[in-house]
């Protein structure tokens, strides 16, 4: 398991297209920036606005695509996944590798994103207020969280189709189109008392850092938790049931 995440983060790391990618992330929050601080009012409070709009939205969504593509739709698409199991890799192991290399991927370039944050201040001279800046930060835990999220959720559809193309359409999806999709279902009068964008994983990501500000950390930790374990851990039950019932060419 060791040899197999430690080649495979190798591989990951060596890959033009991620960082390419993630150079792509980083200019569209350094867009959103620059469209915040010269539209509106040049403070540290639009700063902190931006980046927290850049890095749990879009630009987060792009780190995402970066991720899933990297560490899953590669493998996929050169077949390397068959001589992986054919060296006597079951698949539960290999899922669990992949898991765990998404996880330190998307750790490793939000943690480059947040630097780059700090960066900029110096840069642009802002100086944010403690809360300005927890806020951020806060952006940064949640960009993590949901790009795990939704990184595995939609590698459900590559273990079970192969297809790349869909699965990367699944991922822009999951953070773009079902979100957008559950706050527009609260205008309709049958389901606008059911507020369904609450249950949905951003949704409950973003109630459970808002509990955490608010001085609820307990409540705040344990929605969390117990959506990613209902989320995560979920998507992976259904990858082992799919992927161990996948018929593979050898």
């Known amino acids: 398991m060791k040899n197999l995440i430690k080649g495979d983060i ?77 060296r006597g890799n079951s698949r539960l192991k290999i899922i669990i590798a992949k898991f765990i290399n998404s996880v330190i991927i998307t750790f490793l370039l939000f943690i480059i994103f947040a630097l780059q944050v700090f960066v900029l201040t110096k840069i642009m001279g802002i100086v944010m207020i403690p809360d300005e800046l927890l806020a951020v930060y806060m952006g940064v835990i949640k960009g993590i969280y949901i790009t795990i999220g939704y990184v595995t959720m939609a590698s459900i559809f590559m273990y079970a189709t192969g297809n790349i193309a869909f699965s990367v359409f699944m991922v822009v999806m999951l953070y773009l189109i079902i979100p957008v999709v559950l706050q527009l279902s609260s205008m309709l009068p049958l389901l606008q008392n059911m507020h369904l964008s609450r249950y949905e994983y951003s949704g409950l990501a973003s109630e459970g850092l808002t509990n955490i500000l608010l001085g609820m950390p307990v409540s705040g930790i344990a929605i969390m938790i117990g959506s990613f374990i209902i989320y995560v851990g979920g998507s992976l039950a259904i990858i082992y049931a799919v992927f161990n019932k996948k018929e593979l060419d050898f």
Do not use: H, P, Q
């Open 10 to 86: 190798r591989r990951i790391l060596c890959k033009k297209s991620l960082w390419a990618t993630f150079i792509v992330a980083i200019m569209a929050n350094l867009a959103m920036v620059m469209f915040y601080m010269y539209s509106m009012k040049y403070s540290s409070f639009n700063f902190a606005i931006a980046n927290l709009s850049g890095i749990s939205d879009f630009g987060g969504m792009i780190i995402g695509v970066a991720v899933f593509i990297a560490v899953y739709a590669d493998d996929f698409k050169s077949m390397t996944i068959i001589s992986i199991i054919g």
